[in-house]
């Protein structure tokens, strides 16, 4: 296709990233630190003049072209994604004062699902664990359908918004499928093995239904109270016991049918494990996971 033909099929490619001034950001407080920087929250000042909270991703000074890239690259996916289970991005922000990249995201104040998992009263959240997984479900068959893969679905990745409203976040290795359905990674950007499939730990292939690995590994973290998947297992040893065909065991006090819904997603073929929709239509039956 030529570039007009494609922009005609796919009118999203004309989508720009909103470009944000520094003079219309106030940063409040420092919220968390990762590899590539730190994460603020602040207000952004829109151009029409209402003031909403933010959180502001800003890349460190120190951090490399291919960093910036990187950020671009997150950027790019999420400017496409709108749903009320996927974090938004306002924009994106060249600081001078700052000497950095800066995204400009939607505020969740409530942290990972992670360390609420890890923190709260395990008995007094079990109730939420279908809501959080239908909102998984829905964010990522939303994915599925722009023609986007994750790359990094994890406990970590999932912001909470209220104890019962949830987000998917974190589209550092996200990319776009759309022209053949799968991504194959080139670069040796550092992976999260315990989530993976075995096509993306042997081929580095990945499609939706990497995802949906990602995801089945994704609900054992939540009904395990956010657990490390595979323990102790040194990473070698994953691969290993992936390819041997072991699997991540049921989580005390979680049924076995629904352990039989992580397991399908842990089907080796990925041809044989649901899609995000064909599990949503799998969760509808069930009582506990309520949309
Ligand atoms: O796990 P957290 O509390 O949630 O700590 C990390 C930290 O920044 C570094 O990544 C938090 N974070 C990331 N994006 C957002 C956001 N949109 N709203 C609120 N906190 C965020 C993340």
Redesign the pocket.
């Known amino acids: 296709l030529s570039t007009i033909e494609k922009r005609l099929v796919n009118p999203l490619v004309n989508k720009r990233v909103v470009i944000i001034r520094e003079e219309q950001l106030t940063v409040t407080k420092l ?4 590899n590539f920087g730190k ?1 603020f ?1 602040g207000e952004y000042r829109e151009e029409h003049g209402q003031t909403v909270p933010v ?1 502001i ?1 800003a890349l460190k000074a120190t951090m490399d072209a291919k960093a910036r890239e990187e950020m671009k690259k997150e950027a790019f996916v999420m400017k496409e994604l709108s749903h009320p289970c996927i ?1 938004r991005l306002y924009g994106v922000c060249q600081s001078r004062k700052m000497n950095s990249t800066m995204m400009v ?5 409530m ?2 699902l ?2 609420y998992l890890k923190t709260h009263v395990k008995n007094s959240i079990r109730s939420l664990f279908g809501l959080w997984i239908t909102q998984i479900i829905h964010g990522m068959a939303y994915m599925e359908r722009k023609r986007f893969v994750h790359r990094d679905l994890a406990a ?1 990745n999932i ?1 909470m918004q209220s104890h019962s409203r949830i987000k998917i ?2 589209f550092g290795l996200s990319r776009s499928v759309d022209s053949n359905d799968y991504y194959v990674q080139h670069s040796d950007t550092p992976i999260p093995i315990a989530w993976y499939a075995p096509e993306s730990l042997f081929r580095y292939k990945f499609t939706s239904k990497s995802d949906v690995w990602s995801f089945g590994v994704t609900m054992w973290e939540i009904y395990s109270f956010g657990q490390y998947p595979y323990g102790s297992m040194p990473t070698e040893e994953i691969t290993q016991f992936i390819e041997a065909n072991g699997r991540l065991q049921r989580p005390p006090g979680c049924s076995s049918s629904t352990y039989e819904i992580m397991l399908r997603c842990w089907v080796h073929e990925p041809h044989d494990r649901p899609s995000f929709p064909d599990l949503l239509k799998i969760l509808a039956n069930r009582s506990e996971f309520i949309s």
């Open positions: 919220l968390g630190e990762g994460v929250a959180a991703k974090v995201q939607e505020l969740l104040l942290g990972s992670l360390d970590r912001l976040s974190d």
